[in-house]
């Protein structure tokens, strides 16, 4: 799975767990700049994330995946031990 497909396909989760549209969601998207990203809907991100590429992340992880670059970097991180 490349890393753009990656990529897409989290903008997606992120869009519909977060009632945003797709094309406003980038690197620097996080609680502070998107205003439905709460704590449940951040649970609600992550459990989907989870389920769309059957990986499971650490609560110590879940809680550094404050933006959506470090979303990405942890999902990748976890892919990359997946596949492994």
Do not use: G, P, Q
Not at 55 to 67: A, G, L, R, T
């Amino acid at each position: 799975m490349s890393i753009k497909e990656i990529d897409n396909r989290l903008k997606k989760i992120l869009s519909t767990e977060l009632l945003v549209n797709k094309k406003k969601i980038n690197s620097n998207s996080s609680s502070k700049n998107i205003a439905n990203w709460d704590s449940l809907r951040h649970m609600s991100v992550i459990n989907a994330i989870e389920s769309e590429f059957s990986i499971y992340f650490e609560n110590e992880d879940i809680v550094e995946m404050s933006n959506f670059d470090s979303i990405k970097n942890k999902t990748i991180k976890y892919l990359k031990r997946k596949n492994k």
